[in-house]
């Protein structure tokens, strides 16, 4: 069994992620940490307990983490992720807030991580204002991890929030970059532009895909989002390749290895993940950024999360 820590801003895609997660026979999901991001962070507390109580898992701890990036000023995307973060769905039955645990992210993080030395794999999918603070309390924190998987970053410039920024590290550059330089974990990236690339394509979804889902409002609201974006020939479900890559080894099929950082400043580019392919920042330490996958695979798992 893989054992499994998930830090999230449900979102739509995230919560594709999480049903994926639910889904493996391999995992065991010791706890959902809740980050601000796509929507305010309460929003994605209701919205993680929303996800498993359709799925039947509010066994599963969830906590409460960071309402705030460190110093940049807080954004949202509820152009792409609704109001609510998760497609604007009426939901009465929604579960409240008061399922959430007492003790907050960032402590169960550096617990459950320290209670599992070694075997923790850690996927963020969210702005990594969870993560930076953990390693500040803990710097021990990221060596006990068995591996670290994050969604977020780009690689050729080409953003979603800003015109070079990504919105998880846009949305917090400098945790982003406290983490990319401070985590010397086996680390594996799916930034903006891989997954644009490894989309599913539209034909390959068949209209069950969709109408499947028990959350199916969430669902069909970013499949018309993603249709209406230029140059997104396909479902592009960002947050599952990290939590894919994280489930099975055998998903990214191609991967380079280099040292990457973040910029801060920049008109432009503050939030724009920075790789050093000729090794000027002299740093001891490289993550894996994901190049292509098995896409075979992914529609296996994205099929077998809406059973
Ligand atoms: C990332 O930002 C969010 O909108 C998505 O949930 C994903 O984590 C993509 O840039
Ligand atoms: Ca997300």
């Known amino acids: 069994f893989k054992k499994l820590l998930i830090d999230v801003d449900p979102g739509v895609d995230d919560a594709q992620a999480i049903m994926v997660a639910l889904a493996a026979p391999n995992v065991e999901i010791l706890g959902i ?12 507390c209701k919205n993680t307990l929303r996800i498993l109580k359709v799925c039947n898992r509010l066994d599963i701890p969830v906590y409460r983490g960071c309402a705030a990036p460190l110093l940049a000023r807080k954004i949202h995307a509820s152009d792409f992720h609704g109001k609510d973060g998760l497609g604007d769905a009426p939901d009465p ?4 807030l008061e399922l959430l645990q007492e003790e907050g992210a960032v402590m169960a993080m550096i617990r459950t991580v320290k209670e599992n030395p070694g075997e923790v794999i850690l996927v963020a999918t969210a702005p990594l204002t969870n993560l930076a603070v953990a390693v500040k309390l803990d710097p021990t924190f990221p060596e006990k991890l068995k591996g670290l998987y994050i969604m977020g970053g780009n690689t050729d410039s080409r953003g979603n929030t800003t015109v070079c920024g990504e919105f998880n590290f846009v949305a917090d550059p400098e945790a982003a970059y406290i983490v990319l330089n401070q985590y010397h974990c086996p680390t594996y990236i799916a930034p903006w532009e891989f997954s644009c690339r490894n989309a599913l394509p539209w034909v390959r979804l068949t209209k069950r895909l969709f109408p499947q889902a028990l959350i199916t409002p969430h669902n069909s609201f970013q499949f018309e989002n993603i249709k209406e974006m230029e140059g997104n020939s396909g479902f592009n479900s960002c947050d599952t390749y990290a939590m894919a890559a994280a489930i099975d080894d055998t998903f990214v099929t191609e991967s380079e290895e280099v040292a990457v950082t973040v910029e801060l400043e920049g008109r432009y580019t503050r939030g724009m993940m920075v790789l050093d392919p000729v090794e ?14 098995d896409l075979e695979k992914l529609k296996k798992m994205l099929m077998d999360s809406l059973k």
């Open 93 to 96: 039955d929604a579960p409240g």
């Open 33 to 44: 940490t809740c980050c601000h991001g796509n929507t305010p962070l309460e929003n994605v």
């Open 280 to 293: 000027m920042l002299k740093k001891q330490h490289k993550v894996n950024i994901m190049k292509t996958v």
